[in-house]
């Protein structure tokens, strides 16, 4: 089973900038899509940038300019930097990734088990 192991939350005043850094684990798999959600309490979790499947970029209108998304394949490593941070951007981010599993031939969606972002103003 494929973890992901998230880093790089905490507390930053507003203006400021954060970087989250989330890494896939496991044994023979392939991560096809991979990108960066967030919720708040009492509400539903959205995108906020992630990578598709076809290697393309989509980011949340609330965050374009300010949040850019990377990558690294080899280390199966997606990161999340963040700058201009204002306090509407407070929630607990979870990263997500589509994995190809070579043991089962299957496709599944694995999630992280969230890091707090808190922006003050």
Known sequence: QVQLVESGGGLVQAGGSLRLS?????????VNAMGWYRQEPGNQRELVAGFTTADTTNYADSVKGRFTISRDNAKNTVNLQMNSLK???????????????YNSRSYYKVWGQGTQVTVSS
């Open 87 to 101: 306090p509407e951007d407070t929630a607990v981010y979870y990263c997500n990734a589509e994995i190809f599993d």
């Open 22 to 30: 989330c890494a896939a684990s496991g044994s023979r798999f392939r």
